[in-house]
């Protein structure tokens, strides 16, 4: 069964430093997002990306993010200059249509020192 | 907030007992649908019910969706001890993208 990939799973860095979250969404899917969770408190929803352009974005994702999907292939989240608060663990998740099912990858875990 | 409410927040319950986790949320929707997580870890979708929809079943899982009150329930049959996980009542609003979520039902089925 096709499934959501996300690398890495885990990543260190000092605070400042630029990261790049990868993600394979499901192949034929055309809806992508990220989310995050902050270790003990709920899912966030960060941007949707849609038709090769942002679609929707919360308040969280300030001038420090950007999205990009480079290729046919990979979904990738930025984050310009870390923080410390920036921790979380971050979910990519693609579907297929408008407002339905959003699959899961398995996340990456950030840590901002 | 548009955040859904699930309820109980945790609940335990011996293997082999039903386990019934409610949602409660506060705008139109389209659909809900609901998510487990292990231990902070990946989030896995279990179902999903449209608007037009009271009752919906998928093997051990049976949800239903009443719109006049904004509620949902998710009922898990003959519940094992694999089925530990936070459980997710999920939902966008009208003409959104994002899915939003509560803080979750934590279920512990004991062996």
């Known amino acids: 069964e096709p499934e959501v990939t996300q690398t890495p799973s885990h990543q260190v860095t000092q605070m400042g430093q630029e990261v790049i979250l990868r993600c394979v969404p499901i192949s034929n899917h055309l809806y992508f997002y990220w989310y995050r969770q902050i270790l003990g408190q709920k899912v966030e929803f960060l941007v949707s990306f849609y038709n090769n352009e942002i679609s929707e974005k919360s308040e969280i994702f300030d001038d420090q993010f950007s999205v990009e999907r480079p290729d046919g292939s990979n979904f990738t989240l930025k984050i310009r200059s870390t923080k410390l608060e920036d921790s979380a663990m971050y979910f990519c998740?693609?579907?297929?249509?408008?407002?339905?099912?959003?699959?899961f990858g398995p996340g990456t875990r950030l840590l901002v020192l | 907030s548009q955040q859904g409410e699930e309820d109980p927040q945790a609940l335990s319950i011996q293997e082999g007992e039903n386990a019934t986790m409610n949602c409660s949320y506060k705008?139109?929707?389209?659909?809900l649908q609901w998510y487990r997580q292990n231990s902070g870890r990946g989030l896995v979708h279990l179902i999903l019910i449209r608007s037009n929809e009271r009752e919906k079943h998928s093997g051990r899982l049976r949800v239903t969706l009443d719109t006049s009150k904004k509620s949902s329930s998710l009922l898990i049959t003959a519940s094992r001890a694999a089925d530990t996980a936070s459980y997710f009542c999920v939902y966008s609003g009208a003409g959104s993208y994002q899915l939003t979520f509560g803080k979750g039902t934590k279920l512990s089925v004991i062996p």
């Open positions: 705008t139109s929707i389209n659909n």
């Open positions: 998740a693609s579907g297929q249509g408008f407002q339905e099912t959003q699959y």
